[in-house]
């Protein structure tokens, strides 16, 4: 059985500070991406980045670029975003999951495989 465990986020002033954490057990398969997305409330969710843990590819959507970052600890099976400078409009539920690649910002290949969601709010 695969599972996604998320932990992190809360609330930050603006310019604050966070980070999330995606511990994940169960995937078949040694390489693969874990993918960022986040989803507003009224707002289709959307993806905030990417990273391929068999070359280290990172991609970002254009909105958190230069202030989040994504990366993965293989050893211990868990994905991270380090999310800097933060703004009232990224606030939302933040999803981490699991897939084969990224196309680009969008880890894709699977379709079930996402955490639980972590609350980021962002107060100006």
């Known amino acids: 059985e695969v599972q996604l465990v998320e932990s992190g986020g809360g609330l930050v002033q603006t310019g604050g500070s966070l980070r999330l954490s995606c511990a994940y057990s169960?995937?078949?398969?040694?390489?693969?991406?874990i993918g960022w997305f986040r989803q507003a409330p009224g707002k289709e969710r959307e993806a905030v980045s990417c990273?391929?843990?068999?070359?280290?590819?990172?991609y970002y959507a254009d909105s958190v670029k230069g202030r989040f970052t994504i990366s993965s600890d293989n050893a211990k099976n868990t994905g991270f975003l380090q999310m800097n400078d933060l703004k009232p409009e990224d606030t939302a539920v933040y999803y981490c999951?699991?897939?084969?690649?990224?196309?680009?910002?969008?880890?894709?290949?699977?379709?079930?495989?996402w955490g639980q969601g972590a609350q980021v709010t962002v107060s100006s």
């Open positions: 999951k699991i897939g084969i690649v990224c196309i680009r910002e969008i880890v894709s290949g699977t379709d079930n495989y």
């Open positions: 169960g995937f078949p398969f040694d390489d693969h991406a």
């Open positions: 990273i391929s843990t068999s070359d280290g590819r990172t």
